[in-house]
């Protein structure tokens, strides 16, 4: 028995798209991220990027459950003493939608440069157009 791992010029990424509209925030990242990584390919190896360009549309119509669209804030610190910027979850939703789903993707993908280029194949956008048709993205439902 011996392990096969696939060449870089073998790994071929799918281009898919996913409609956010009335889906769960967590559960539709953790599917993304698990497509992202490639773990649902039979040739998955966990130091090599084997996943999918995925496509998500309609990022402001995502859903969350409780109250966290008041409770839950996303931080983040300029360097200057005291300037700790704090945004909810409803405010970023309304200014930035796609911006929820990323934050959400990427701290479920792996850190370091392996989870950079995973990063970069996800592409987000609020409404329900995107640039991308010259791929030809399958529908992918989560």
């Known amino acids: 028995m011996y392990t ?11 281009w898919y ?66 300037n700790l910027k704090s945004t909810s979850l409803g405010k970023l939703l309304k200014e930035h939608p796609e911006r929820a789903i990323e934050f959400a993707v990427i701290g479920m993908l792996p850190k370091g440069p392996l989870g950079r280029r995973m990063a970069r194949k996800l592409h987000v956008f609020g409404g329900k157009d995107h640039p991308h048709q010259a791929q030809q993205p399958k529908a992918l439902d989560l």
């Open 17 to 82: 798209v996913v409609d956010a509209a009335g889906k769960t925030l967590g559960r539709l990242a953790s599917g993304i991220a698990h497509r992202l990584k490639g773990k649902h390919k039979p040739t998955y190896a966990p130091h090599q990027d084997l996943g999918d360009h995925i496509v998500v549309i309609n990022a402001g119509d995502v859903r969350v459950t409780g109250a966290k669209l008041t409770d839950k804030f996303y931080h983040r610190h300029t360097g200057y003493v005291g």
């Open 4 to 14: 096969v791992f696939s060449k870089p010029d073998e790994i071929r990424g799918d």
